[in-house]
């Protein structure tokens, strides 16, 4: 069992390194949050939240993926080399394609008539609503633009 917890104890450093030093993932870790918030907003079904839930997930791990080939690239050598370019290229053009397909279920989720009398219905009702939506807005774009900019150790 503590050799189980030790693991989970790296994941969850790892997820937390990542975050510290990939501004992508936060970006996509901000965008996950406000696709929930306005699903929740927009009602959304548990079939259309699970299907968001995956496809969260699949970009998140992709990013952490694409994150462990550019450090284990980087730790063999920091010289131009055609394959390792070719990687870490290959890498990001994964984490690519599954934010696009994701972008592309959130638009056909979130492009209609439906969803947009959802929200317009919402932000009548609660117009102070945007205002925490707008302190979350500023709170991610620093988030996403400084966490894990402080002091770096050697």
């Known amino acids: 069992m503590k050799k189980q917890l030790k693991s989970f104890g790296h994941a969850f450093y790892g997820i937390y390194g990542a975050l510290k030093t990939e501004a992508h993932l936060r970006f ?3 965008a996950a949050v406000f696709v929930l918030i306005f699903a929740g907003i927009c009602g959304f079904s548990a079939e259309r939240f699970a299907i ?3 496809l969260i997930g699949a970009v998140l791990a992709l990013e952490l993926v694409n994150t462990a080939i550019e450090h284990a ?10 394959q ?11 984490v690519l394609v599954m934010a696009a397909a994701a972008v592309a279920v959130a638009a056909v989720f979130f492009i209609n008539a439906e969803a947009w009398n959802a929200l317009c219905s919402f932000f009548a009702k609660y117009p102070l609503a945007s205002v925490p939506l707008g302190l979350l807005a500023t709170a991610s ?13 050697v």
Do not use: Q
């Open 28 to 30: 996509h870790l901000v």
């Open 84 to 94: 390792i370019k070719l990687a870490k290229d290959l890498a990001a053009a994964a």
């Open 141 to 153: 774009v620093l988030f996403v633009m400084l966490f894990g900019k402080g002091k770096k150790k």
């Open 73 to 82: 690239c980087n730790s063999v050598t920091r010289k131009y080399n055609a």
């Open 52 to 54: 968001l839930f995956v």
